[in-house]
């Protein structure tokens, strides 16, 4: 029973994190300015991250929250870099 | 063994001579005359065993699965030639020693000659066909490089390549019917080629391999129509042309001829090929010679019309006439070379080789007069000098082949022998009449060593011209034993045979030629005219050139029309070939694929979707909002990451993450350079249709060929697994690699040599993206500084970096990233140890580290890091390489092959059991290269903006900047 329930929940949770995927997708598209973007792509990175973790819940490997690990670690980087470059007008000074 | 000695020995001694200092005369000398007396001195030892009939084979396994071996085979033929090709070696380097002057370097010259005479040697004594292909080609290098030893002149140059055009290319085409000729008998040795004589002239690709043979072998004996390139050798110093272009290398064709006689000859197509050309040549040549000025050229085109004489011999094919080629084939050498060293040492002496104004030399050098009267005898063929018996016997061969009707060979070699009286007696007019006075210099003899080899050649046609039973017949019944074997002709060498016609021909040739002489001098004066009466307008070097330069003319058209310096149109062509090669061989056997979309989840199609659009969409905003389009770029990236994580290919999603990230800031750090793009709205600019069509076109291309590359993908993923390579892989990861990452396994252990090479390029790659910017100036409109940091309002204008991320907008970033970096470097180590038997390795984890670096740049600025961290990224790519190259080499040490791996077990006192493969070192050198070359990359493109900042005026001219 609570199994079924788990698994109803990873599937909802897998839909909702897809679905907000779409809606970065959408923004990323219109923009309309050159922020809107960089923040649909910082999101996007953030969607996968989860995403990544309930695809480890639903196969039962650690390997993948360690993948969800290197997003969090390193995936604001790029990020970092758009915003910098927006900011400043280039990326290293 | 003594027969590799002999030809190891030259090329030995040519790496020797070309590293001596360039004044070193007298030792280059002794090197070079050492080597060909002591090579001399073996060959002659080995006369009794070759006498007796004995024929001499070395043998070395070349490449056996391809049945070929490296065969040294000497016979009486090849023995002849080695003697000539060292006896005369000696004598010109001796002569060389007198001749070269002291301005000149004489170790390339002296490196060079002796390379060419190892190749020689090489040709002669080569048993085996391929292999006489190769220094063949060797030859023609050598002969290039001698010839342009002068290479500040341009007649050198020119005639250089012409020679080695020429000749290289009939190298080309022996080498093709050399290969034939393998195929029709099965085997490239010679002996086992020169017993199947019968088999080869009747097989049907008999013409073909003779043809190209015979092509080989007329190039390199400068026989017509090629003859052209010899006159144009004469550029080469004058040692080298009394070598090469008399004595030695010009004889390899008709030695090839020879050779290969009991095999090719005895059919009419080896007539008419050989004698034909042989005739053409002889007629040509010895015409030719008769209106030159020069008296290299003169000599030059004697030898032209003698090698034609023994070419036609050759054709001639009978046993007899083969006796009297190989005897004019060492006459000749005898009496050329000497020739051409009295041409030299008048050149020498006098400062000019110019017959039309070289008058009365005979009172200034009266012994080179009289040995270069004597030779010019021998060359026109005056009794009791060794070119009249051979030539002697040539007339007789040529009476005989035409029979009692057919006479026009025995009238073309009459009129060849009147026309070598007529051009000896041109050049011995040099040493007649009175003393010139107006000379470049001053006329004297030379020294007597200089004099030397040219007193022993002309003694030896004296010798041989009088003595001929005795001196010289039990040599050339070794050679011509050599060929025929068991049927020998019966032959009678002697000066007096009795009152016969070949006789009467001779003398009429001396008068003739003496009577043409006198016609000429007072008719039709050579020295008043320029060019070769009747045949100028034939020229074989013209048409070279013409043909030089078509051939440079059709290519330079080539490559405009099918080359180009844009990558737009290489794109194209190569994406169209993609789609047009998948939608031929891919879409016929679509059918056969199950239903596609039955076992897809529609949320993993979703997520397909969404990195398709973001894919689509970059490619539309790519020309006018890059970074919208780099934007998009990224979510495509993310959602391959994540479709590899959910197909399960954790590794790949992995390296995946972090190429992703590299690449944005990448591109970003490159964007910064590019000038802005306006799009033709802000402009208020139509766009023409044409290239509103071009761009639609390449849009429609783009989204077809990666739709087609993604379908073909999927199509692939959905075929049931198979039996495949992978199932090797992952059987014997653990077992034979000692790693459960059976990726990671694979890329350092069984395919380490790959990941070798594929290191190697990635350094290469970084260190030239390095060695490119560093001269990279950017385009003047986007050298001045972003509106951002020029904006007055901001604060941040009058800070450094650094000091913008200390105390600045950047505090809460900086706190927060400098913390990270350590955690960053940790995953980073995390990575790469776990690497061999867990998702991770090398690259990844160099990736992270990179990142990691990167992030601290971005955040307060180059030299704000570069005054805190010494990162050396040319020691992290070099240390990388050398782990790499060391852990595979240190397989060699326990006799393994390179790359073997190795597994530790060690056991240490905290940490407990550890197995260390020795594929982790190699990893470590992958991670050490990946760190070294992304950071290279990265940081060269960022010191732009320091280097610009650093520049004097914002608004300073283009050229001061070059000159910054």
Same mark, same amino acid.
Request: with cysteine.
């Given at each position: 029973?609570?199994?079924?329930?788990?698994?109803?929940?990873?599937?909802?949770?897998?839909?909702?994190?897809?679905?907000?995927?779409?809606?970065?997708?959408?923004?990323?598209?219109?923009?309309?300015?050159?922020?809107?973007?960089?923040?649909?792509?910082?999101?996007?990175?953030?969607?996968?991250?989860?995403?990544?973790?309930?695809?480890?819940?639903?196969?039962?490997?650690?390997?993948?929250?360690?993948?969800?690990?290197?997003?969090?670690?390193?995936?604001?980087?790029?990020?970092?870099?758009?915003?910098?470059?927006?900011?400043?007008?280039?990326?290293?000074? | 063994?003594?027969?590799?000695?002999?030809?190891?020995?030259?090329?030995?001694?040519?790496?020797?001579?070309?590293?001596?200092?360039?004044?070193?005369?007298?030792?280059?000398?002794?090197?070079?005359?050492?080597?060909?007396?002591?090579?001399?001195?073996?060959?002659?030892?080995?006369?009794?065993?070759?006498?007796?009939?004995?024929?001499?084979?070395?043998?070395?396994?070349?490449?056996?699965?391809?049945?070929?071996?490296?065969?040294?085979?000497?016979?009486?033929?090849?023995?002849?030639?080695?003697?000539?090709?060292?006896?005369?070696?000696?004598?010109?380097?001796?002569?060389?020693?007198?001749?070269?002057?002291?301005?000149?370097?004489?170790?390339?010259?002296?490196?060079?000659?002796?390379?060419?005479?190892?190749?020689?040697?090489?040709?002669?004594?080569?048993?085996?066909?391929?292999?006489?292909?190769?220094?063949?080609?060797?030859?023609?290098?050598?002969?290039?490089?001698?010839?342009?030893?002068?290479?500040?002149?341009?007649?050198?140059?020119?005639?250089?390549?012409?020679?080695?055009?020429?000749?290289?290319?009939?190298?080309?085409?022996?080498?093709?019917?050399?290969?034939?000729?393998?195929?029709?008998?099965?085997?490239?040795?010679?002996?086992?080629?020169?017993?199947?004589?019968?088999?080869?002239?009747?097989?049907?690709?008999?013409?073909?391999?003779?043809?190209?043979?015979?092509?080989?072998?007329?190039?390199?004996?400068?026989?017509?129509?090629?003859?052209?390139?010899?006159?144009?050798?004469?550029?080469?110093?004058?040692?080298?042309?009394?070598?090469?272009?008399?004595?030695?290398?010009?004889?390899?064709?008709?030695?090839?001829?020879?050779?290969?006689?009991?095999?090719?000859?005895? +059919?009419?197509?080896?007539?008419?090929?050989?004698?034909?050309?042989?005739?053409?040549?002889?007629?040509?040549?010895?015409?030719?010679?008769?209106?030159?000025?020069?008296?290299?050229?003169?000599?030059?085109?004697?030898?032209?019309?003698?090698?034609?004489?023994?070419?036609?011999?050759?054709?001639?094919?009978?046993?007899?006439?083969?006796?009297?080629?190989?005897?004019?084939?060492?006459?000749?050498?005898?009496?050329?070379?000497?020739?051409?060293?009295?041409?030299?040492?008048?050149?020498?002496?006098?400062?000019?080789?110019?017959?039309?104004?070289?008058?009365?030399?005979?009172?200034?050098?009266?012994?080179?007069?009289?040995?270069?009267?004597?030779?010019?005898?021998?060359?026109?063929?005056?009794?009791?000098?060794?070119?009249?018996?051979?030539?002697?016997?040539?007339?007789?061969?040529?009476?005989?082949?035409?029979?009692?009707?057919?006479?026009?060979?025995?009238?073309?070699?009459?009129?060849?022998?009147?026309?070598?009286?007529?051009?000896?007696?041109?050049?011995?007019?040099?040493?007649?009449?009175?003393?010139?006075?107006?000379?470049?210099?001053?006329?004297?003899?030379?020294?007597?060593?200089?004099?030397?080899?040219?007193?022993?050649?002309?003694?030896?046609?004296?010798?041989?011209?009088?003595?001929?039973?005795?001196?010289?017949?039990?040599?050339?019944?070794?050679?011509?034993?050599?060929?025929?074997?068991?049927?020998?002709?019966?032959?009678?060498?002697?000066?007096?045979?009795?009152?016969?016609?070949?006789?009467?021909?001779?003398?009429?040739?001396?008068?003739?030629?003496?009577?043409?002489?006198?016609?000429?001098?007072?008719?039709?004066?050579?020295?008043?005219?320029?060019?070769?009466?009747?045949?100028?307008?034939?020229?074989?070097?013209?048409?070279?050139?013409?043909?030089?330069?078509?051939?440079?003319?059709?290519?330079?058209?080539?490559?405009?029309?099918?080359?180009?310096?844009?990558?737009?149109?290489?794109?194209?062509?190569?994406?169209?070939?993609?789609?047009?090669?998948?939608?031929?061989?891919?879409?016929?056997?679509?059918?056969?694929?199950?239903?596609?979309?039955?076992?897809?989840?529609?949320?993993?199609?979703?997520?397909?979707?969404?990195?398709?659009?973001?894919?689509?969409?970059?490619?539309?905003?790519?020309?006018?909002?890059?970074?919208?389009?780099?934007?998009?770029?990224?979510?495509?990236?993310?959602?391959?990451?994540?479709?590899?994580?959910?197909?399960?290919?954790?590794?790949?999603?992995?390296?995946?993450?972090?190429?992703?990230?590299?690449?944005?800031?990448?591109?970003?750090?490159?964007?910064?350079?590019?000038?802005?793009?306006?799009?033709?709205?802000?402009?208020?600019?139509?766009?023409?249709?044409?290239?509103?069509?071009?761009?639609?076109?390449?849009?429609?291309?783009?989204?077809?060929?990666?739709?087609?590359?993604?379908?073909?993908?999927?199509?692939?993923?959905?075929?049931?697994?198979?039996? +495949?390579?992978?199932?090797?892989?992952?059987?014997?990861?653990?077992?034979?690699?000692?790693?459960?990452?059976?990726?990671?396994?694979?890329?350092?252990?069984?395919?380490?040599?790959? +990941?070798?090479?594929?290191?190697?390029?990635?350094?290469?790659?970084?260190?030239?993206?390095?060695?490119?910017?560093?001269?990279?100036?950017?385009?003047?409109?986007?050298?001045?500084?972003?509106?951002?940091?020029?904006?007055?309002?901001?604060?941040?204008?009058?800070?450094?970096?650094?000091?913008?991320?200390?105390?600045?907008?950047?505090?809460?970033?900086?706190?927060?990233?400098?913390?990270?970096?350590?955690?960053?470097?940790?995953?980073?180590?995390?990575?790469?140890?776990?690497?061999?038997?867990?998702?991770?390795?090398?690259?990844?984890?160099?990736?992270?580290?990179?990142?990691?670096?990167?992030?601290?740049?971005?955040?307060?600025?180059?030299?704000?890091?570069?005054?805190?961290?010494?990162?050396?990224?040319?020691?992290?790519?070099?240390?990388?390489?050398?782990?790499?190259?060391?852990?595979?080499?240190?397989?060699?040490?326990?006799?393994?092959?390179?790359?073997?791996?190795?597994?530790?077990?060690?056991?240490?006192?905290?940490?407990?059991?550890?197995?260390?493969?020795?594929?982790?070192?190699?990893?470590?050198?992958?991670?050490?290269?990946?760190?070294?070359?992304?950071?290279?990359?990265?940081?060269?493109?960022?010191?732009?903006?320091?280097?610009?900042?650093?520049?004097?005026?914002?608004?300073?001219?283009?050229?001061?900047?070059?000159?910054?």
């Amino acid at each position: 029973m609570l199994t079924d329930l788990l698994s109803l929940a990873m599937g909802f949770a897998t839909l909702c994190i897809v679905l907000a995927m779409l809606c970065c997708l959408v923004r990323l598209l219109v923009g309309p300015s050159a922020q809107d973007r960089v923040l649909a792509l910082d999101t996007l990175w953030m969607c996968a991250m989860l995403l990544i973790l309930m695809l480890g819940m639903r196969f039962g490997s650690l390997i993948y929250f360690e993948a969800a690990l290197l997003i969090a670690l390193t995936g604001f980087v790029s990020t970092v870099a758009l915003a910098k470059f927006l900011m400043r007008g280039e990326v290293i000074e | 063994m003594l027969l590799p000695v002999l030809l190891i020995l030259p090329f030995a001694c040519s790496v020797i001579a070309a590293c001596m200092p360039a004044d070193a005369r007298n030792r280059e000398v002794w090197l070079a005359g050492l080597v060909s007396f002591g090579s001399l001195i073996g060959v002659a030892s080995l006369f009794p065993r070759i006498s007796a009939g004995e024929v001499i084979r070395y043998e070395a396994a070349w490449m056996p699965a391809y049945g070929l071996d490296f065969v040294l085979r000497v016979d009486g033929l090849a023995w002849l030639f080695m003697v000539l090709v060292l006896g005369i070696g000696l004598l010109v380097v001796l002569y060389a020693h007198y001749y070269m002057s002291p301005e000149d370097p004489v170790p390339r010259f002296f490196s060079f000659l002796l390379a060419f005479m190892g190749a020689m040697l090489g040709v002669v004594m080569s048993g085996n066909l391929i292999q006489l292909a190769v220094f063949w080609e060797l030859t023609s290098v050598t002969s290039f490089l001698l010839i342009g030893y002068w290479h500040h002149r341009a007649d050198a140059r020119r005639g250089a390549r012409m020679a080695f055009t020429v000749t290289a290319s009939g190298g080309l085409c022996l080498f093709a019917g050399v290969v034939i000729l393998g195929r029709i008998v099965g085997s490239y040795d010679l002996d086992v080629v020169l017993a199947a004589g019968d088999q080869v002239r009747v097989h049907a690709l008999y013409f073909p391999a003779l043809l190209l043979i015979v092509l080989g072998a007329l190039t390199k004996s400068a026989q017509f129509p090629f003859h052209f390139w010899l006159p144009h050798a004469m550029a080469a110093p004058t040692p080298v042309s009394a070598y090469l272009h008399s004595a030695t290398m010009v004889k390899a064709g008709v030695f090839l001829l020879m050779r290969l006689w009991p095999v090719l000859s005895g +059919t009419e197509e080896w007539t008419w090929l050989v004698a034909g050309a042989g005739v053409c040549t002889l007629m040509i040549g010895s015409f030719a010679a008769i209106f030159q000025h020069d008296i290299k050229g003169l000599l030059a085109y004697s030898t032209i019309s003698h090698l034609g004489l023994i070419t036609v011999l050759l054709g001639i094919g009978t046993p007899l006439a083969m006796v009297a080629a190989i005897f004019h084939t060492i006459n000749h050498a005898t009496f050329k070379a000497s020739l051409f060293m009295a041409a030299g040492i008048i050149d020498h002496e006098t400062g000019s080789r110019d017959m039309r104004i070289l008058r009365g030399l005979g009172r200034h050098m009266p012994i080179t007069a009289t040995l270069a009267i004597v030779a010019s005898g021998a060359m026109a063929g005056v009794p009791l000098l060794n070119g009249f018996l051979s030539k002697e016997m040539f007339f007789a061969e040529t009476m005989l082949v035409g029979g009692d009707t057919n006479w026009w060979m025995s009238v073309a070699a009459l009129a060849m022998g009147v026309f070598s009286v007529t051009y000896s007696l041109r050049f011995i007019n040099v040493f007649f009449g009175r003393p010139q006075v107006e000379l470049p210099r001053e006329p004297h003899e030379p020294p007597r060593w200089m004099r030397f080899p040219v007193e022993l050649l002309v003694l030896l046609c004296l010798i041989v011209g009088v003595l001929p039973a005795l001196s010289i017949d039990q040599i050339l019944y070794n050679a011509v034993y050599a060929v025929q074997g068991a049927q020998m002709p019966a032959y009678d060498l002697a000066v007096w045979h009795g009152f016969n016609v070949p006789l009467a021909m001779s003398l009429a040739a001396l008068v003739g030629g003496a009577l043409f002489y006198r016609l000429l001098r007072r008719r039709f004066n050579p020295d008043q005219h320029d060019h070769v009466p009747l045949i100028h307008r034939f020229s074989g070097a013209q048409a070279y050139e013409n043909v030089m330069s078509g051939l440079s003319i059709g290519a330079d058209f080539l490559i405009r029309l099918f080359g180009t310096t844009r990558i737009q149109p290489q794109l194209l062509c190569m994406i169209v070939a993609m789609v047009a090669m998948i939608a031929v061989l891919g879409l016929p056997s679509s059918r056969h694929l199950a239903d596609p979309f039955a076992n897809l989840d529609p949320l993993f199609g979703l997520l397909l979707a969404i990195g398709c659009i973001c894919a689509v969409a970059a490619a539309w905003q790519a020309k006018y909002h890059r970074l919208a389009a780099l934007a998009l770029l990224g979510g495509t990236g993310i959602v391959v990451s994540v479709v590899f994580l959910w197909l399960s290919a954790p590794d790949l999603a992995l390296t995946q993450l972090m190429v992703e990230t590299v690449t944005t800031v990448l591109l970003l750090l490159g964007l910064r350079w590019l000038p802005p793009r306006i799009t033709p709205k802000e402009l208020a600019i139509e766009v023409p249709r044409s290239v509103w069509l071009r761009r639609s076109r390449d849009f429609v291309l783009a989204v077809v060929g990666g739709t087609l590359l993604a379908g073909t993908t999927y199509a692939i993923l959905l075929r049931p697994a198979t039996d +495949t390579i992978s199932d090797f892989f992952l059987l014997r990861a653990l077992s034979e690699g000692g790693g459960t990452n059976a990726v990671n396994v694979l890329l350092v252990d069984f395919r380490g040599f790959d +990941t070798m090479g594929e290191v190697t390029v990635l350094a290469a790659v970084a260190l030239t993206v390095y060695a490119l910017l560093r001269r990279f100036r950017p385009a003047p409109e986007s050298l001045t500084q972003p509106e951002q940091q020029t904006n007055p309002v901001d604060p941040a204008i009058t800070q450094t970096p650094g000091k913008q991320a200390w105390s600045g907008y950047l505090m809460v970033a900086g706190v927060y990233l400098r913390l990270l970096l350590p955690f960053m470097l940790m995953f980073a180590a995390y990575l790469f140890l776990r690497g061999h038997n867990l998702p991770g390795g090398g690259f990844v984890a160099g990736l992270v580290f990179a990142v990691a670096i990167i992030l601290q740049y971005m955040l307060a600025g180059a030299i704000w890091v570069e005054g805190h961290l010494n990162l050396r990224p040319f020691r992290w790519l070099g240390l990388g390489l050398i782990t790499a190259c060391a852990t595979g080499l240190g397989a060699w040490i326990f006799g393994y092959p390179f790359l073997t791996s190795h597994t530790l077990h060690l056991d240490l006192p905290v940490l407990g059991e550890l197995h260390v493969p020795s594929a982790f070192f190699f990893d470590l050198g992958v991670f050490s290269v990946v760190v070294g070359s992304t950071m290279l990359i990265l940081i060269a493109l960022a010191h732009q903006s320091i280097r610009s900042h650093r520049q004097p005026g914002k608004n300073a001219e283009p050229g001061t900047q070059e000159a910054a």
